[in-house]
């Protein structure tokens, strides 16, 4: 339930298809279901692969209202690997500091990236209309297509492929495609349409969220309070935005009337409580949310596939859902451009949904604990939550047990069957399964970054192979695997030492990464062939 009051979104003319006046129904490799933030971001990543997707979209806009506008680090790699990153980076507003307050008094602060060496930074607030303006510009100028007033009203399954019935101003038509990736959110048509429903929980309790213009003094952080004086026996949440919009939440409860709540002198009043009369503010978005942690149990349904919130749903505390959607995407492009191409089974997309329900569930729990300390539905949760509460304004080991939303960090895939297991020991974080901690390079004597080195393909990084004289490229059963070599009097050096840190590094040891820079395997010398077998395993090609 939103209302949209000053924001506004850029909208887009219907334009007929040739595709309607063919003969015969036209077919196209894969066809996304849904123009919003995620669909956007799974057309451009084919695109960048050469995969040319139709994406349809049943309005004619944009998002509105600000709604996911936590960018996390990881999402932010992604978007930089597809060519967006800088300017999401340099159109938002960075942060990395939050504090919780209980009542008026500082509990505590955080710094969520307290080390150098990453290109990007720990988040950066972008209102998502504006993500989707920017991530429709790179799609385009990648020859991408998105065709406004075009609702998917019927999808039907065969072996090879999949028809979907189109309904637009101009009457319905059919499309044939061979994939089809739902990404059309939360109230999916797609998922209503193969009958498919979630399992999870709605939790019993209402959030007010606002997006309010004004020229506030607050720092760029992340603020959260437990039961502040302007705010009796609530929570509230207080982010800073780009253009001078700030997002507050309030929590209301479950017996609050929405339709009240959402009335604009209501939220003004309630507002005006916590900012103080004298500041001057606009509302440009209102919306009341009811939160829920729920997800499918299977992402991939024969050739539908679904990502984002038509597969999986959480409460916003905690930014995981938008950012959860785009990490979709980046596990799911790859896989299917090797499907596509003949080089890997179709069977490749199962281990799709298997990580990403793993990385749903992770998220879901997250959630689930953060909704439940943030709103207890007991006497005895709520004596549990206040003594928390006082323990950790006098002693620090108590910070830890204060849950204002545990913020979005990508999944490790340890329990992956892509993986090749450890032979060597490493004493590092990042392993087989891990996404790639960046670290900072020296490129040609210019700053570069080891993430810009991961695009797209395999990729095997061998660190000063002494003495060996490697092949820039391997090519395993149809599948080109880069290799690069990092060390003293080469292409690629080390920048700061975050690198050897980071990966345990010795002379020879190797990480072999996965198109989606997740680490797939590692070994502390050269592997010869042990590589190829384990290139093999990440395309699904080994049980």
Not at 146 to 167: F, H, L, P
Not at 198 to 211: S, V
Not at 223 to 243: C, I, M, N, V
Request: glycine residues 8%.
């Amino acid at each position: 339930m939103a209302t949209s009051l000053n924001t506004v979104s850029r909208s887009y003319g219907y334009v007929r298809s040739p595709d309607q006046d063919a003969a015969h129904v036209e077919a196209h490799p894969v066809i996304i279901i849904g123009g919003g933030l995620v669909g956007l971001t799974m057309a451009i990543d084919l695109a960048s692969k050469g995969v040319k997707a139709v994406v349809l979209e049943k309005s004619n806009t944009l998002s509105e209202g600000s709604r996911s506008i936590c960018q996390a680090k990881r999402t932010l790699e992604i978007w930089d690997r597809l060519g967006v990153g800088d300017i999401m980076v340099e159109r938002g507003v960075e942060w990395r500091t939050g504090k919780v307050f209980n009542q008026d008094s500082l509990l505590y602060s955080f710094d969520l990236l307290p080390e150098g060496g990453h290109k990007m930074p720990a988040f950066v607030n972008l209102q998502q209309y504006r993500v989707e303006e920017y991530l429709l510009d790179r799609l385009l100028a990648l020859g991408g297509e998105v065709r406004w007033r075009n609702e998917v009203v019927s999808i039907d399954q065969y072996k090879e492929g999949v028809t979907v019935k189109i309904d637009t101003p101009d009457g319905c038509y059919q499309l044939g495609c061979e994939w089809l990736i739902a990404c059309d959110g939360a109230r999916s048509g797609a998922r209503r349409q193969l009958g498919l429903a979630f399992d999870g929980r709605i939790f019993q309790d209402k959030f007010l969220i606002t997006d309010v213009k004004m020229k506030g003094d607050f720092p760029n952080e992340r603020w959260f309070w437990f039961e502040p004086k302007f705010h009796s026996g609530q929570t509230a949440l207080l982010h800073r935005q780009a253009d001078d919009i700030w997002r507050i939440d309030l929590q209301l409860g479950w017996e609050a009337d929405s339709e009240e709540e959402k009335k604009p002198e209501n939220v003004k009043r309630r507002i005006r409580a916590m900012l103080g009369d004298d500041v001057q503010f606009d509302i440009e978005w209102i919306s009341l949310y009811v939160f829920q942690c729920r997800t499918l149990k299977d992402y991939v349904h024969g050739r539908v596939i679904f990502a984002g919130d038509a597969a999986h749903q959480v409460s916003p505390f905690g930014a995981r859902g938008g950012n959860a959607g785009v990490q979709d995407v980046d596990n799911l492009g790859w896989k299917l451009k090797l499907v596509l191409d003949g080089v890997a089974p179709k069977s490749l997309l199962d281990t799709y949904s298997q990580e990403r329900v793993f990385a749903a569930e992770e998220n879901i729990l997250h959630s689930t604990r953060a909704t439940d300390f943030i709103t207890p539905k007991s006497k005895t949760s709520r004596v549990l939550r206040d003594q928390t509460l006082s323990l950790a304004a006098k002693y620090p080991f108590a910070q830890s047990l204060v849950n204002s939303g545990r913020l979005s960090a990508p999944a490790h895939l340890a329990g992956s069957e892509l993986n090749t297991h450890d032979e060597d020991f490493f004493d590092c974080a990042t392993q087989p399964g891990s996404p790639a901690q960046d670290a900072l390079l020296n490129v040609n004597g210019q700053e570069g970054w080891l993430l810009n080195e991961l695009r797209d393909e395999f990729t095997a990084i061998a660190y000063e192979p002494n003495g060996l004289n490697l092949p820039p490229r391997i090519d395993v059963n149809g599948i080109s695997v880069a290799v690069k070599t990092i060390g003293r009097g080469r292409t690629l050096c080390e920048g700061d030492g975050s690198l050897r840190e980071r990966y345990d590094l010795t002379p020879g040891a190797t990480y072999l990464f996965r198109p989606d820079q997740h680490v797939a395997a590692r070994w502390r010398v050269w592997p010869g062939a042990r590589l190829e077998r384990s290139v093999r395993r990440a395309a699904g090609r080994l049980s």
